[in-house]
């Protein structure tokens, strides 16, 4: 066993190129196959870290002119008020802005997000509360930060929701920090670390035209996707700019 590996190591040697080129290739092939296992692993085998995720659906609007598009607000008012497949319906965007707090500016990466949202994700605080409608009735004022963004940035204060950050471009303005979300809470992704209550109630939002959000929804026990897509009210298909 020991002269084969001589013999083979004094091969490789007299062909540096070759050899670099194997090496290289086993890498590359090696690493790629990881990283498809990887996705594969936490995508299709674990299970999405939220209760009966089976029962989570993505919605998207429809429309002739432009297929599929992301939501208006009163659409998803309409939908949740209407329907009876769904336990709740939200949505949500994002956005990066400025985090000026503190005496060093930082950019961090916040989400919008609709009545429902944490009814849909089954998802409770760690410390505070869930928004309220009273929380948008001019701007939205609240926010909750992830337990990253407290422990990093505010040293884990036990008294967090006494206190508010600065946020917005340029020099940004107050919102009072209501939660904190728990660490294992990842969405829309690993990077957002506020989220605001995006409640629109303005006219301009009030419109069907004014699309806004990427739709998820919670299907209620026993009730399967085809069913639920059937139920959806007939005001779905209503023109826009047009009350139901």
Same mark, same amino acid.
């Not at 029962?55 to 297929?67: D, Y």
């Not at 709740?88 to 990466?109: C, K, L, M, N």
């Not at 009273?134 to 206190?163: K, M």
């Given at each position: 066993?020991?002269?084969?590996?001589?013999?083979?190591?004094?091969?490789?040697?007299?062909?540096? +190129?070759?050899?670099?080129?194997?090496?290289?290739?086993?890498?590359?092939?090696?690493?790629?196959?990881?990283?498809?296992?990887?996705?594969?692993?936490?995508?299709?085998?674990?299970?999405?870290?939220?209760?009966?995720?089976?029962?989570?659906?993505?919605?998207?609007?429809? =429309?002739?002119?432009?297929?599929? +598009?992301?939501?208006?607000?009163?659409?998803? /008012?309409?939908?949740?008020?209407?329907?009876?497949?769904?336990?709740?319906?939200?949505?949500?965007?994002?956005?990066?802005?400025?985090?000026?707090?503190?005496?060093?500016?930082? =950019?961090?990466?916040?989400?919008?997000?609709?009545?429902?949202?944490?009814?849909?994700?089954?998802?409770?605080?760690?410390?505070?509360?869930?928004?309220?409608?009273?929380?948008?009735?001019?701007?939205?004022?609240?926010?909750?930060?992830?337990?990253?963004?407290?422990?990093?940035?505010?040293?884990?204060?036990?008294?967090?929701?006494?206190?508010?950050?600065?946020?917005?471009?340029?020099?940004?303005?107050?919102? /009072?920090?209501?939660?904190?979300?728990?660490?294992?809470?990842?969405?829309?992704?690993?990077?957002?670390?506020?989220?605001?209550?995006?409640?629109?109630?303005?006219?301009?939002?009030?419109?069907?035209?004014?699309?806004?959000? +990427?739709?998820?929804?919670?299907?209620?026990?026993?009730?399967?996707?085809?069913?639920?897509?059937?139920?959806?009210?007939?005001?779905?298909?209503?023109?826009?700019?047009?009350?139901?």
């Amino acid at each position: 066993m020991a002269r084969t590996f001589r013999y083979a190591a004094r091969g490789l040697a007299r062909t540096p +190129t070759f050899t670099i080129t194997v090496v290289l290739t086993l890498a590359l092939g090696i690493g790629a196959n990881s990283a498809v296992f990887s996705a594969i692993d936490s995508i299709l085998v674990r299970p999405l870290p939220y209760v009966e995720p089976d029962r989570l659906v993505a919605m998207m609007e429809t =429309r002739p002119e432009a297929g599929e +598009t992301v939501i208006a607000p009163v659409r998803l /008012e309409e939908w949740n008020a209407a329907n009876s497949s769904f336990e709740a319906i939200t949505g949500y965007f994002t956005e990066d802005v400025s985090e000026t707090t503190g005496e060093t500016p930082s =950019r961090v990466r916040w989400a919008g997000v609709a009545p429902k949202f944490l009814d849909v994700w089954r998802v409770a605080p760690l410390m505070g509360r869930d928004f309220v409608e009273a929380d948008t009735a001019q701007r939205p004022t609240v926010v909750w930060i992830s337990e990253r963004l407290w422990r990093n940035r505010f040293d884990a204060d036990p008294n967090i929701l006494e206190r508010t950050i600065r946020l917005g471009d340029p020099v940004g303005f107050p919102f /009072e920090i209501v939660g904190v979300l728990p660490a294992s809470f990842l969405f829309p992704d690993r990077n957002v670390d506020v989220w605001f209550p995006n409640f629109s109630s303005y006219s301009l939002a009030r419109q069907r035209g004014w699309l806004t959000y +990427t739709g998820v929804a919670r299907l209620r026990p026993g009730v399967t996707l085809e069913e639920a897509l059937d139920d959806l009210p007939p005001c779905a298909a209503a023109p826009l700019f047009a009350a139901c």
